[in-house]
Structures are given as C-alpha cells and as structure tokens.
C-alpha cells in the first residue's frame, strides 16, 4: 500500500469522527470529521474499532485454517461471556512469533451499525483494527498510549481502554511504558502495515468483486478460434477422403461393368447398359427362364395337365399352351402360378376328344 487512511470509529454517537493519513512510512495529516470518499485507488481504509467496543482475549489455537481457529474461539468466548456467543462476532489473527493468538469479541449489531455508517458515507475499509492492537506487544508489563480520544493499554496477552482505578488494578506492580510522540506514530504506522488483528472475518470479510483477466480471456478465445480451425480442417480432410474413395469406387463399379457389355459396344453409362443388356437377355417382366420354371413346376404338380407350347414376348409375358382333363385342373394350375407371384389369365378353352385345350397368358403380379 503506498497510503493507508486510518479512519477512528466513535466511542458514543455523539462523538466526532477523527482520520489520519499515512504515506511512505509516515504520518502525513490528521483532521476531524469525515474524510473525502474520493480516494485514489491505491489508498488502503482501515476503521479502527474503539477499546470500549472490543472484547480481547489471548489463547493457543489450531494454525490449520483460519475457519478452525474461529471455531475453537468461539467455544472459549462462549465459557467467558455472559452474552449468547450467537450475538457476538469472533475473530482470530496473528502477532508474529507468538504462539498465542489474538481473539477479537464485538457485539454483532456493533459491527453492523459501523459497516453501515461507513457505506452511508462511502467508504469501505479494507479491515477493522481494534485500537489496543495499534501498540506495540511488550515483553513484559505494560504499554500505554492516547490515540486521541482516550487512552488505551496493552499488554503481551490483553488490551483494553485506560480507565482510573481499573487499570491500576489490572496493572498492580508491573512495569508501565507510555508511548508518546515519534514513538506512538511509529508504532501506529508499523500495526497499520500490517494489522495483527482484522475484524473484517467471516459474515463481515471484504466482498472483493470478481476482476476480468482480459489476457485470460484472449487466449482462450485464440484456443478456441484454433481448436475449431482444427476440427473444419479435419471435417474437409474428411470429406475429401469420402469423395475420392466414392470416385474410385464408381471407377472401379464403371469398369466391372464394362466387361459385360457386349464387344465393340459403346460405353456411355455402363451401368444402364448393362441393365438394358439384362434385360434383353433375360427378357421383360420376371425374365422366361423364371417365369417358364414356375410355369412347369405348377403344371407338373396338377396330374392330368401338360404344356402343349410356349411363346415368350419382349414384355415379359408368357403365352401358355395348356391341355388339362376338366375345368378343375386349369383352376388348380393357376392357384399354384398365383402362389408363385404371377397373374395366370386363360383364354376360352375347347374340349377336343375329352381334353380341354386352351392358352393362360402368365405374367408378374
């Protein structure tokens, strides 16, 4: 922090609010009331809490985490206070080298009613300092200072506000050292550095808001402008494989079917000329072949009937000569050629010495 502005809370309602400023080590300005809200950015505001306000205890607590040692406080508090510990809020710090830590007890309307008035006139400290902390740890004995609206005391394990007959009968025989002047400043100047007990903890800690890491932000925007370059180019890459495996493949489709055209014959598109040779081959419709072995099959299977002839046209029908013994036999050949898939429709049929002779003209159905 290159400036600290110290802001004393009032002890009463009525009383006047009071703030220094400190730069470089040093006490800069002093001056009554409310300082200007307006600060440069780099300036550090730090409350000090009143003696009268603040409860200060001293113990052995767990250095794990700060949410333990708060913990393990506020069961000690809640044995030496006559007040709900649910009322009271508890804050840890830490004096350098020592083993024992700092414990700060204030009353949780306290803190409300000081972090309020302090947004009402639009400063936010960055922590609350009780005003004993601002003295200096002694070996041993005691330290005294006035800070400016009354004296406070510390101790190596208390800190408290100076009143008449109660500090005497705190201190009894123990060495007293009061702190004044150059020594005093110095030794705000040095607590304000680096506070060993912050009040601001817990439901009261500094909301700090969430700060945009803009170079964050453009190297994830490359990462992500790379890792979809990457993926389209991968995606073409892809679709060129696709596209030259389908060529070779109608190459190789194109070729095959070319053996099987006709020699001499033109290719133009060998799959439909070799569909167009099939069929000429094989005939229209179902093809003869097909069409003439179901046709012998159905009439094999009715005894008494027999083909007298065939006549197979380019639109795949087949023209059927049939001789069969009675009406039954003719009906009994087209149930099997309609079993089979195929239309069997019979012209008029003649009785000629005891047969009928007539034609079913067979086609798909």
């Known amino acids: 922090m290159s400036e600290v502005l110290a802001l004393f809370l009032p002890a009463q309602a009525d009383a006047p609010w009071r703030w220094l400023a400190i730069r470089d080590g040093a006490i800069v300005t002093r001056a009554e009331g409310l300082p200007n809200p307006d600060q440069p950015a780099d300036t550090a505001i730090v409350a000090i809490a009143p003696a009268e306000a603040v409860s200060l205890h001293w113990a052995d607590l767990p250095d794990r985490s700060l949410a333990q040692a708060v913990a393990a406080a506020r069961l000690l508090v809640a044995e030496a206070s006559v ?21 700060g007890v204030v009353a949780v309307a306290q803190m409300v009613t000081w972090l309020a008035a ?24 005691y330290v005294i200072g006035d800070l400016g609206d009354g004296r406070v005391v510390r101790g190596a394990a208390s800190g408290f506000a100076d009143e008449d007959g109660l500090t005497a009968l705190i201190v009894g025989d123990a060495p007293v050292e009061t702190l004044d002047g150059e020594a005093l400043e110095a030794a705000v100047v040095t607590a304000l550095a680096d506070p060993p007990l912050d009040l601001r903890q817990g439901a009261f800690a500094l909301r700090k808001r969430a700060a945009i890491d803009w170079p964050l932000v453009r190297r994830l925007a490359w990462l992500i402008v790379a890792i979809m370059s990457v993926t389209l180019l991968i995606t073409l ?22 053996t099987g055209l006709a020699r001499g014959e033109a290719v133009n598109d060998a799959g439909q000329q070799l569909s167009d040779r099939l069929v000429r081959l094989r005939g229209g419709g179902a093809g003869f072949s097909q069409t003439a072995a179901s046709v012998a099959a159905a009439v094999a299977a009715v005894p008494g009937a027999e083909i007298t002839g065939l006549s197979f046209d380019p639109a795949g029908k087949l023209r059927v000569n049939l001789a069969a013994a009675n009406q039954g036999q003719i009906v009994d050949v087209q149930t099997r050629l309609a079993a089979e898939g195929f239309n069997a429709d019979p012209s008029t049929f003649t009785g000629t010495a005891g047969r009928l002779t007539g034609v079913l003209t067979v086609s798909p159905q």
Not at 84 to 98: C, I, K, S, T
Not at 238 to 253: G, H, M, R, T
């Open 83 to 103: 007040t709900p510990v649910g009322d009271l809020h508890v804050a840890v710090g830490r004096e350098a080298d020592v083993v024992e830590r700092p414990i």
């Open 237 to 258: 890459v892809k679709i060129v494989q696709y596209n030259l495996s389908a060529d070779a493949l109608e190459a190789k489709a194109d070729a095959l079917a070319r």
């Open 118 to 141: 302090l947004h009402d006139a639009g400063l936010e400290p960055v922590s609350i300092v009780p005003a004993p902390m601002l003295l200096p740890r002694p070996d041993e004995g």
